[in-house]
């Protein structure tokens, strides 16, 4: 090709139209219209409070904040927030996790803070007892789980304490060798049976008389 006709493609717009011969489901779809983000604000001070919205709570101790401020909770979609960890599953209620704000923000004590879970989602092998709230730390990149402090089974709510505002979710992370799997891994330990220390010992008759 000559540098004229080079010049001449390099320069072209081209337009083809596919025509697929069946419609496709596709594979992942995001319904953000399903509902929208919401957010709830309200003004602390240095007194002992509590600040609920949807299914989550928190309760601020006398003096955890420094100075007044603005506090939020943001609801969140599965498209607002960051994937999951490997192995791990998002049990968080009605929506797929909490944003709290101001971030960063660090308390002078300890915040509870109880978030629902969905006991529905629970896989095969675990329970309530299982799920911890995680938040999403910005220096790993990763979900890392909070200190908690009860299963609130009556209603459905995990409580754990932090001490700073960020993403969070209520989740479990499924181990490798996990009940619902070991059932017919034949490789399990518990399947492999003691070994006979007679085996492949022959036995030799005393000579007769």
């Known amino acids: 090709m000559d540098v004229k006709n080079l010049a001449f493609y390099i320069n072209t717009n081209f337009r083809k139209v596919v025509t697929f011969g069946k419609e496709e489901n596709a594979d992942l779809v ?3 219209s399903e ?3 919401i957010k709830e604000e309200k003004w602390l001070g240095f007194e002992e409070t509590n600040f609920q919205f949807k299914n989550t709570q928190l309760h601020f101790p006398e003096g955890a904040i420094a100075k007044p401020s603005a506090v939020s909770i ?3 979609r599965n498209v607002d927030i960051v994937a999951m960890n490997q192995g791990m599953v998002n049990l968080t209620q009605d929506y797929s996790g909490y944003r709290f704000l101001p971030h960063p923000m660090q308390f002078e004590k300890n915040v509870e803070v109880s978030i629902g879970y969905d006991e ?11 799920i911890r709230t995680y938040f999403f730390d910005e220096s790993v990149k990763r979900w890392m789980p909070l200190e908690r402090v009860k299963v609130d089974k009556e209603n459905k709510k995990i409580i754990s304490k932090t001490n700073h ?3 969070m979710i209520n989740g479990i992370i499924k181990v490798p060798e996990s009940p619902e799997t070991s059932g017919y891994t034949p490789t399990s330990i518990k399947d492999i049976k003691a070994a006979d220390p007679s085996a492949a010992v022959v036995t030799i008759e005393p000579p007769s008389a």
């Open 30 to 32: 995001n319904n953000i």
């Open 120 to 130: 529905s989602k629970l896989p095969n092998g675990y329970t309530v007892e299982d």
């Open 35 to 37: 509902f929208k983000s």
């Open 74 to 76: 943001t609801a969140l």
């Open 165 to 167: 505002f960020t993403d």
